[in-house]
């Protein structure tokens, strides 16, 4: 079995005996001798009666082989001036004594812990310790403002809560600690204890709950590895659904450590020594997946980037990382290199940096259009490749595998599907499209190992929300054709979750905070395509009769709204009044038919519309 074709066809005609091989990169304590338990449709479970853990894979196991001098992780923080490395026995010495840290806070097997954290190492320590002890955790991009956080608090109940006195946006400074006391005092649910790394910027004031972390972490007993079922929970990561009521997508620790193992050979082609560059936040799922997880359970060398691309100091930080670093491959969102392109569109910073050693560029998170990708190709001169997946899923659906089989790429496809996981699109009929005919891209079930069991305490929404649609089939929520060459095209989301700099985000949540304006008798928001972030919010309200408010201060103060309530990663920034919504005749906004018209589609104006004049009045504000 070596190339494409042949691997991706042992995967689907015979899962059990493909992912019992690809078990075999990973250190048991446990072997499994079952590989899938189907016994509960449409509840799959991966490794059910193996035991591992996550920690000794991605740490022990290679000081233990004899590896401990080689390094595990670079900090990389342009916005502080700091380069740090740890080696796999000094991170894994860094994890043992916070892990000890935890235990002395009552943390056991199974507790969740939730993390606030900027982008230091400690943010890795943090996740590593969890896993170490068998305790969940839950990390929260900081970016989100102290009201998401307490919903994530409520929903994962945690005993501990792991966060910083700040974190550093270019060169401003935010202070973390006055956001963690306020989610905590909005959350119902009260953490025993916070433990708060201080950052030299911005010290905090320590409140009886606190606990400082370098003073806590230097009396703690370095704690050893606990062995945990294939199938218990790793992590949370809450993602944004359609409703304001973020998922909290669960990932357990076999399938997973497996799943991820696979990739970096199959996809990545990193290998164990090999330096590997994420450039996003450990607060996403790219950031667990391929800054902390993958790369370590293979042994390889992972830069942790504090700080942006463009910026402070300047748009060659990239390039910089790379070179110093001896960076084989990076990873990042369209999104970054758009933001470079407008800084630096010729490229001169690259002439300052050696990148020879630099194999390939892997971009994902959001759609990647084809100009950004020609301006890559064209610049670095290695392979550029588009891949295609979701916090849900935790690794690739669709990729180039360049450690399998390397293909001809196609602008605006992030190529086939990946081993493991069989993509079909189908008509709303429920039968499968013709090739280039656009449909719902689903998956059939069993999903592979490492994509989400369920949702956190929530078996029903998990059912309802992605496995309702179709029977025997995973929604992806994301609609596209394949072409006749299998080469799948995604164009995008068919529901209300839009992409903001590679960053997933709720309409939802946003209309939940305009609909709190004492002024405001009905909203909507929804994505308008954005040259930079390819997608950006616009937010449509009604006033309530007689609310006669200046409307630039009602602008001003609803915008205002979103970024204290959701946070300023939202990119909320363009808000109208508007005299009426367009519905159907039962009542439902048509936000479909808006985002296509401010899109500049020619939309078909929908048969089910109540009173087309509504539309017409919209119109000219939509396109502008
Ligand atoms: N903590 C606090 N605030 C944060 C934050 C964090 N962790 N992350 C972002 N923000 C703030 C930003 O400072 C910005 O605030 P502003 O409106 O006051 O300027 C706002 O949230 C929007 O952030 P962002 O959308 O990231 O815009 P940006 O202009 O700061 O940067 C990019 C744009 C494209 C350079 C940046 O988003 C990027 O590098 N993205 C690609 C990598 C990535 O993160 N991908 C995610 C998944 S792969
Ligand atoms: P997230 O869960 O934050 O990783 O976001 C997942 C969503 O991002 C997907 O459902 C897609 O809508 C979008 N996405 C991610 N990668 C790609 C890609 N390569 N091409 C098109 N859309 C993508």
């Known amino acids: 079995m070596t190339g494409y074709r042949d691997t991706f066809r042992a995967s689907i005609e015979d899962p059990e005996g493909f992912w019992a091989d690809a078990a075999t990169a990973i250190d048991w304590y446990r072997t499994p001798t079952q590989v899938l338990d189907s016994s509960n449709p449409p509840f799959y479970r991966w490794y059910p009666d193996g035991e591992l853990n996550t920690c000794h894979n991605a740490l022990d196991r290679h000081v233990e082989a004899g590896h401990g001098e080689r390094t595990a992780l670079i900090y990389d923080s342009p916005v502080t001036g700091t380069r740090r490395s740890f080696s796999y026995a000094e991170l894994r010495r860094e994890v043992a004594q916070f892990a000890g840290l935890l235990v002395s806070l009552g943390v056991v097997k199974g507790d969740r812990v939730v993390i606030y954290l900027p982008m230091v190492p400690e943010a890795a320590v943090a996740m590593l310790a969890c896993a170490r002890i068998g305790a969940v955790h839950s990390v929260v991009f900081g970016g989100f403002a102290a009201k998401e956080l307490a919903v994530r608090i409520d929903d994962a109940a945690p005993k501990v809560i792991v966060s910083a006195s700040c974190g550093i946006e270019g060169k401003r400074v935010i202070e973390y600690k006055p956001l963690l006391d306020r989610a905590i005092d909005l959350a119902t649910h009260k953490p025993d204890r916070c433990v708060i790394l201080q950052r030299p910027q911005a010290e905090a004031a320590l409140g ?39 998922k909290g997508v669960v990932r357990d620790n076999g399938g997973h450590a497996v799943a991820l193992r696979w990739t970096m050979s199959n996809i990545y082609d990193v290998g164990p020594g090999e330096v590997m560059f994420t450039a996003s936040d450990v607060g996403w799922v790219v950031g667990h997946s391929y800054i902390v997880y993958a790369p370590l359970l293979t042994g390889a060398t992972t830069v942790l980037y504090e700080g942006k691309p463009v910026g402070t100091p300047d748009a060659g930080q990239f390039w910089r990382v790379i070179a110093e670093h001896g960076v084989k491959a990076m990873f990042t969102a369209p999104t970054a290199f758009r933001a470079i392109k407008k ?219 979103v970024r204290e309530q959701v946070g300023a990663v939202a990119s909320f920034k363009d808000v109208a009044v508007v005299p009426a919504l367009p519905k159907t005749r039962s009542g439902k906004i048509l936000r479909k038919t808006m985002r296509g018209i401010a899109d500049g589609a020619e939309e078909p104006v929908p048969s089910t519309i109540d009173d087309p004049g509504v539309l017409d009045t919209l119109r000219p504000i939509l396109l502008r």
């Open 343 to 561: 800084e630096d569109p010729k490229g001169s910073f690259l002439n300052d940096y050696d990148l020879s050693g630099f194999a390939y560029l892997f971009l994902a998170g959001e759609r990647l259009d084809p100009e950004t990708l020609r301006w890559a190709q064209d610049l670095l001169k290695v392979p550029v490749i588009d891949h295609w997946w979701q916090t849900e899923t935790g690794w690739p659906i669709a990729a180039n595998l360049i450690g399998l089989e390397p293909m001809p790429v196609k602008p605006g496809s992030p190529t086939v599907p990946v081993p493991g996981w069989d993509v079909q699109v189908l008509a709303p009929s429920g039968e499968p499209a013709e090739p280039d005919v656009d449909g719902a891209i689903v998956i059939k079930l069993p999903l592979p190992p490492g994509s989400l069991p369920t949702l956190w305490n929530d078996d029903e929404r998990f059912v309802a929300s992605y496995l309702s649609a179709f029977d025997g089939y995973y929604l992806t929520g994301d609609g596209g054709h394949i072409d006749a060459d299998g080469y799948v095209f995604v164009m995008g989301r068919t529901d209300d979750v839009i992409n903001v700099a590679g960053h997933r985000l709720s309409t939802g949540s946003m209309e939940e905070v305009l609909a709190g304006h004492p002024d405001v008798a009905e909203c909507a928001v929804i994505g308008v395509a954005d040259q930079m972030k390819g997608q950006v919010p616009r937010g449509f309200v009604v006033l309530k009769a007689g609310a006669e408010p200046d409307e630039d201060e009602l602008r001003a103060e609803l915008i205002a709204m």
């Open 208 to 246: 009886e709950r606190d606990v400082d972390w370098v003073e806590a972490a230097e009396v703690a007993t370095p704690a050893d590895c606990v062995p945990v079922a294939a199938t218990d929970p790793l992590y949370i990561l809450y993602t944004s659904g359609t409703t304001g009521k973020p």
